[in-house]
């Protein structure tokens, strides 16, 4: 029998729940600018996948993964560091000022050296009939690197509504001149050459309409963060900038070892495949249009960093700090394993976003969607190099994955496809998890319930299998048996949880 209403309120521990529930409002607001603005965002999908081809498709796959590489780059691990410093010194204006005017001036510094290179690198990477491209996203890159800062701050001063509501409107302006460019513009050229609208499309720039309508909108999103770029005025601090770049430059090293990990396949399958060049763009196209079935996890796991980085800092000197990350691993796992049912027992519905040509690279969709899912538990189990100061340890243990990922792709590409990059994930992703882990036991020892994580995990899979098994055993309709079985996986969770923190609050009780 339970204990009384009071009894509860009593022996429930509310210093624990109150954290987590704003850990879950802060990451909500976050997810809704993520998730709604990206997920909008990811309806493009469908207009890139039916009016494209698969190898016009992989040019815009690799170059977005390109951009990437630069993304971290150039922002040198500063988000952290302002984080970590705006803690330890008494003028948290100052750390700002310092870490965006570094920002700024690196990121001016790399468009003018890009000026004078990109003839070179446009030979290097094979688009020597389209340079712009890679000035336009020079451009991108420069523009989101030094918005990263204005935005740590918001997340810093918890302004997560203003955060939310410039990210949306980015991503609304992208949506629009996507729609315009691609969509209007070359209908009316299409079908009326003479109109006013279709002298305005150029059927050479192909996806490059999609290039331009991103850097219109990231100049868009500066203009709405210019009140955020007063701190330029403080200027930077000398002495203070070592001892950021110091903490702050083995975050580019983990920041470049995720990329590679993240995006390494699509800036080399084009290199690695043993096609020729068009084939082996339309291949790129295919694992990147599949890529994106997995965003539902990556939204996610965004929308979680951008709320649990400040939030772990935030309570790191509490007494339930351990506990509190512990409970915060189970849930996370929880929610990534219910996004990885959603989206795999519901995959009859979700393959028609994107064009038909592209559905042959489905059954890389499972393993990528597990390989975000150990992703963010690797994201969860970083607090212990990140509160220790050691950094350079887990720059480490993120540097030996994106060795992994470079070797395994290189060996298995040229045998497996684009398979072999989604296995090359998964494997690199786990492998990072586990070290993450037994170097977190030494250094900052926090009890993770692992029986319920992997439990979860493994009850998730099996579902995901029975599900098929029982579609071509019955043959009955994919939407009834993916129904059944999430409204099983609904129902354990509640079970399973309800029961726990029964137990939690009866033995104080008794004692």
Same mark, same amino acid.
């Given at each position: 029998m339970l204990p009384r209403t009071d009894a509860v309120l009593e022996h429930l521990n509310l210093s624990r729940v109150s954290p987590l529930r704003k850990l879950a409002s802060q990451t909500a607001i976050y997810g809704l600018s993520s998730i709604v603005g990206r997920f909008l965002n990811y309806l493009l999908v469908p207009l890139y996948t039916y009016y494209f081809s698969a190898e016009e498709y992989g040019v815009v796959s690799e170059l977005y993964a390109y951009a990437g590489f630069f993304a971290v780059v150039l922002v040198f691990g500063l988000e952290t560091g302002y984080f970590r410093f705006r803690k330890l010194e008494d003028d948290s204006d100052k750390v700002y000022g310092?870490?965006?005017?570094?920002?700024?001036?690196?990121?001016?510094? #790399?468009?003018?050296?890009?000026?004078?290179?990109?003839?070179?690198?446009?030979?290097?990477?094979?688009?020597?009939? @389209?340079?712009?491209?890679?000035?336009?996203?020079?451009?991108?890159?420069?523009?989101?690197?030094?918005?990263?800062?204005? #935005?740590?701050?918001?997340?810093?001063?918890?302004?997560?509504?203003? #955060?939310?509501?410039?990210?949306?409107?980015?991503?609304?302006?992208?949506?629009?001149?996507?729609?315009? #460019?691609?969509?209007?513009?070359? @209908?009316?050229h299409e079908s009326a050459p003479e109109s006013w609208a279709a002298r305005f499309y150029d059927p050479t720039m192909g996806v490059g309409y999609i290039f331009i309508a991103n850097l219109i909108a990231s100049g868009f999103k500066l203009l709405l963060l210019l009140p955020q770029f007063r701190g330029l005025v403080q200027g930077v601090d000398f002495r203070l900038l070592p001892r950021m770049l110091g903490y702050s430059v083995p975050m580019v090293i983990i920041g470049l070892a995720g990329i590679v990990n993240e995006m390494l396949d699509r800036a080399i399958l084009k290199f690695v495949l043993p096609y020729d060049l068009a084939t082996n763009l339309k291949m790129l196209g295919i694992y990147g249009a599949c890529y994106k079935l997995s965003i539902l996890m990556s939204l996610f796991i965004q929308a979680f960093r951008y709320a649990g980085e400040p939030f772990f800092f935030a309570h790191a000197e509490k007494q339930d700090a351990k506990p509190l990350y512990a409970a915060v691993l189970k849930y996370f796992v929880i929610f990534c394993v219910f996004v990885f049912l959603l989206v795999m027992l519901y995959i009859d519905f979700f393959q028609y976003f994107i064009g038909p040509e592209f559905r042959v690279g489905l059954p890389a969709v499972p393993i990528l969607l597990l390989a975000s899912l150990f992703l963010g538990i690797y994201v969860n189990l970083s607090v212990w190099y990140k509160l220790t100061d050691r950094t350079l340890l887990g720059a480490g243990v993120a540097l030996c994955g994106g060795l992994l990922t470079i070797g395994l792709n290189l060996w298995w590409v040229p045998t497996m496809g684009y398979m072999g990059s989604a296995w090359a994930h998964l494997a690199c992703y786990v492998s990072m998890t586990v070290v993450s882990y037994l170097l977190g036991r030494r250094y900052y020892p926090v009890d993770y319930r692992l029986r319920a994580i992997f439990g979860y995990i493994a009850y998730g899979l099996l579902l995901y299998f029975a599900n098929c098994e029982l579609i071509i055993a019955t043959g009955w309709h994919p939407l009834l048996t993916g129904s059944l079985f999430m409204a099983l996986y609904l129902a354990t969770v509640a079970w399973l949880e309800y029961r726990n923190l029964s137990r939690r609050l009866v033995a104080p009780a008794r004692s």
């Open positions: 310092t870490t965006l005017g570094f920002v700024f001036a690196a990121n001016t510094l #790399f468009l003018i050296v890009f000026y004078f290179l990109s003839s070179r690198v446009a030979e290097l990477l094979r688009y020597e009939n @389209h340079p712009e491209y890679l000035w336009w996203f020079a451009l991108i890159v420069a523009a989101d690197s030094l918005a990263a800062i204005p #935005f740590a701050k918001l997340r810093a001063q918890d302004k997560a509504l203003r #955060f939310a509501a410039i990210k949306v409107a980015e991503i609304l302006v992208t949506i629009a001149l996507n729609l315009f #460019f691609v969509l209007y513009l070359r @209908h009316a």
